[in-house]
């Protein structure tokens, strides 16, 4: 059986254990390769090696929101143009265009239906391709 070709690099930030462990098993699953960060110092200390082509990003966290680290990412040069996808509890009115306007290129609500996560990681990673 030849290897598969992994699809992507992707960056998940979050701090609960459990979203981490489902995310992981659907990514791997679909041959992404899958960076993880628990928090957003985390986040940040990966960057400095790291070279994600899609982050997904947690917007509730302890240390830093992902609002603020999403801010701070897009505002680093040479990470302004990778696709921030965020997975958020944030559902009441208002909250997914207050995620867009804090520079989140998309938006996907908890719980994660997993052929929407698929299906919106496939569209940022060919946009990302692309750009």
Not at 5 to 14: A, D
Not at 51 to 61: A, G, V
């Amino acid at each position: 059986m030849l290897p598969t070709e992994e699809k992507g690099t992707i960056l998940y930030v979050e701090d609960n254990p459990d979203n981490r462990m489902l995310v992981r098993r659907i990514l791997l699953s679909e041959n992404y390769k899958l960076i993880e960060a628990s928090n957003a110092s985390e986040a940040l200390e990966t960057l400095k090696t790291a070279r994600p082509e899609l982050i997904l990003m947690d917007i509730n966290m302890p240390d830093m929101d992902g609002y603020t680290l999403t801010a701070k990412i897009k505002t680093t040069p040479g990470f302004e143009r990778i696709p921030i996808l965020a997975l958020t509890a944030n559902v009441m009115r208002g909250d997914k265009e207050r995620t867009l306007e804090a520079g989140c290129d998309g938006y996907i609500q908890k719980p994660i239906d997993f052929d929407e996560l698929l299906r919106e990681v496939e569209r940022f990673l060919a946009r990302s391709a692309n750009a």
